[in-house]
Structure formats: structure tokens, C-alpha cells
């Protein structure tokens, strides 16, 4: 099955249950005004490489504040989330590091596992006995990496467990939590807090600024030693433009929104229980939801296209998940909870996704 490219509309009727804006962030005044106040200030595009002239006063704001809120020591923020997580994962495994990563974790991890000068081992989903025998069994410096919550089913890791298993070996610990930050944790700080691990001398955290924060970017939170590191060494943030100061305004207006308003991530919560209770009140088979993600399974990958495609007619836009984006085989459709949905809003898109669904979905 081919994919297609479809564009959003910029304003429309449609309910979107499908783009990752967890705390409906990515529109709100505040966000968007600091969006073109630092275009405005500091240009459309940061101009050159962070090392170059692609550093400005707001990225290291962004930085200093993002670290405080997660409670990481420092923090440094590349273009994406993917270019964080390549720049960390390579620059905790110099040849002679062992990756011991989780067989659900994003492409991006999985790609900054080829690229590292190190060897990977792939172990069984959120299984810290698996992390320990890798571990066991190796000799020399060995990083666990994992995602904190899981893009497809948006269910958390044992992440304090899997860091109990690490530090027995005395390995090192990555969390990657695109989908936590804003969402997990007091007030949002992200699954990395929850755990108990944020701060800690052996944990590097990667985070995305286009998901909760509703801009783009990503950023790597550690200790100052490994951040000073990455500056140095990582190729993703010494070969790449810097993040364009928009995207910098914007993630930072969306932080202190959400340091202001703590309550924005116990509400997405809130949104994604209610509606996968309804979910499966009405039948159908849904993950019980972690985060703001709640994935419905459709049975077949043509009749997860189809169920998504009608969805879209009546005005529901959802998220469709098909072999090979999911190694499991399983389709589904994945819905995302936003702090913003009203009840009036989870009616709706459980009218529209139950009158569309295929017989064999419930
Ligand atoms: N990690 C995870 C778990 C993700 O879901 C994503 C985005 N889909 C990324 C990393 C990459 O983040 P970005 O979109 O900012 O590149």
C-alpha cells in the first residue's frame, strides 16, 4: 500500500484526533505571537550552524529553562527530535559501548543505534530481565536506551525498573520522552521525573518541542559533561542549522504556559481515559492509555485505511497505523487525547468513529 500526502487545512471543521499537540498548544495566542515575535527579532532562519551564527539569546533561555523544569543539569536543543536522538545515542556509544535497546523504540533511536560506533543489542519490549541478561553478559562500557512512552499504543515504559536493571550493571541510561514531556510527571516535567531519574548523574533524556510544546525541535537534557560533549562532538547539532528562532519562541512561550498551568497535563490524561472508556464501553478494542495516546485496532490494514478515510469524510481526523510502521503486524487507529478536547468533542469523534467502523471491529 503506497502513501499519500495529504495537506491539513489551516482552519476547518474537522476534529483532529490525529496530530501529536497534546495540550493544544500549538495554536494558542501566546505560542504563535512568540512565534513571529522572535522571526521578527532574530530572522526566519537561525542563518548558519549552533557553532556558526545559529545561536541566539532565545535558544539559551530555551535551554536554561527546559532544564530547570525537567531537572536536568543542562540541556541543548537541536532541530528535531530525531537529531537529538541520533546526536545522544552516538554520543554515548563510542566503539566498545554495548546499546542494549527495546525492540518497540522509535526509528530514531534505532537509526542513532546503526549509526554509533558501538554494538546493539535488541531486547524484548519493557522487559527489564532482558536489559539485565544483555548486561550480563557483555564486557565494557553498555547504555539501555529507551522510549519513555510508545508512539503506536501509548503505553509507558517500567522506565524506574528498567533504570534499576541498568544501574546493577553499572550501565548507562537513555529515556527518550517525545511522548511524556508535558504529559507524565508533575505538572508535565516528563516520565524521566516520574521515575525518579531526572537529574541523575547516569541519565541523558531526549525530548521533542513539536509534540506537547506544539513547535518543532527537539532537545537532549543531561548532565553539563555529556551537553558539553554533544556541543563538541555530535554531528546532528555541529553539521545542522540551528533551530529557527521561531520554533525557539515558540517552545519556550508553550513551557511557561505549561509551568503557569500545571493542570494542562493531569486534563490530557483525564481526555485520554474518558476516551478510551467510552471506546470500549462501545466495543471496541482499545489500549488502556498511559499518556495522551489511545490506539483502537482495526482488523485488517485495508480496513484501518478505510475506517480512517471515512472518519475523515465525517469530519474526524485520526491517525492510521499499518504494517510496517507497526512490527507487530497489528492496524489500528490511533487517536490522540488534547488537553483543549471538550466532552462535547469526545461525543462527537466516538459518534463519528462508531458509525463508521468496519462489522468486524467490535
Ligand atoms: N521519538 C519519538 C518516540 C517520536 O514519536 C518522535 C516523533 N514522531 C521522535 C522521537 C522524533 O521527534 P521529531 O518529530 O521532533 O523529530
Not at 528498567?162 to 520522552?177: K, P, Q
Not at 516535567?189 to 541523575?200: D, E, I, M, V
Not at 541523558?204 to 506537547?212: A, E, F, I, P, Q
Not at 504556559?257 to 471506546?279: I, N
Amino acid at each position: 500500500m503506497t502513501r499519500a500526502l495529504r495537506p491539513r487545512p489551516a482552519a476547518s471543521d474537522t476534529l483532529d484526533l490525529a496530530g501529536n499537540d497534546y495540550l493544544g498548544l500549538a495554536r494558542h495566542p501566546e505560542v504563535t505571537d512568540a512565534a513571529s515575535g522572535a522571526a521578527r527579532r532574530w530572522g526566519a532562519g537561525a542563518t548558519g550552524s549552533r557553532l556558526v551564527s545559529g545561536s541566539t539569546a532565545l535558544h539559551a533561555e530555551l535551554e536554561g529553562e527546559l532544564a530547570a523544569f525537567c531537572g536536568a543539569e543542562a540541556a541543548l536543543v537541536l532541530s528535531s527530535g530525531y537529531a537529538a536522538n541520533l546526536a545522544a545515542v552516538t554520543a554515548l556509544a563510542p566503539a566498545g559501548t554495548l546499546l542494549v535497546s527495546d525492540t518497540s523504540n522509535h526509528a530514531s533511536l534505532i537509526d542513532g543505534c546503526r549509526l554509533a560506533r558501538g554494538t546493539t543489542e535488541v531486547v524484548a519490549h519493557a522487559d527489564p530481565d532482558a536489559v539485565r541478561k544483555a548486561l550480563a553478559a557483555r564486557q565494557g562500557p553498555a547504555v539501555g536506551v529507551f522510549d519513555a512512552v510508545f508512539s503506536v499504543d501509548g503505553d509507558a515504559a517500567p522506565l524506574a525498573a528498567l533504570a534499576a536493571a541498568c544501574r546493577e550493571h553499572g550501565a548507562g541510561i537513555l529515556v527518550d520522552d517525545a511522548h511524556g514531556l508535558g504529559v507524565l510527571g508533575e505538572g508535565g516535567r516528563g516520565s524521566a521525573h516520574a521515575a525518579g531519574l531526572a537529574g541523575a548523574p547516569d541519565t541523558v533524556v531526549t525530548v521533542t518541542l513539536s509534540k506537547s510544546l506544539g513547535s518543532q525541535g527537539g532537545a537532549v537534557l543531561g548532565p553539563a559533561a555529556v551537553i558539553d560533549h554533544l556541543v563538541n562532538t555530535a554531528r546532528t547539532f555541529i553539521f545542522d542549522t540551528g533551530l529557527a528562532p521561531a520554533a525557539a519562541g515558540a517552545a519556550l512561550a508553550a513551557l511557561r504556559l505549561l509551568r503557569a498551568e500545571p493542570d494542562r497535563a493531569a486534563r490530557v490524561r483525564r481526555t485520554a481515559r474518558t476516551l478510551y472508556e467510552a471506546l470500549t464501553a462501545a466495543g471496541f478494542q482499545a489500549a488502556r492509555p498511559d499518556a495522551a495516546v489511545v490506539s483502537v485496532r482495526a482488523p485488517s490494514a485495508q480496513e484501518a485505511a478505510d475506517w480512517a478515510a471515512r472518519c475523515r469524510e465525517q469530519g474526524l481526523a485520526v491517525g492510521c497505523f499499518r504494517p510496517p510502521s507497526v512490527p507487530d503486524g497489528i492496524s489500528r487507529l490511533r487517536l490522540t487525547a488534547r488537553a483543549d478536547l471538550t466532552p462535547a468533542d469526545l461525543d462527537r469523534a466516538l459518534s463519528v468513529l462508531t458509525r463508521t467502523a468496519p462489522p468486524a471491529a467490535r
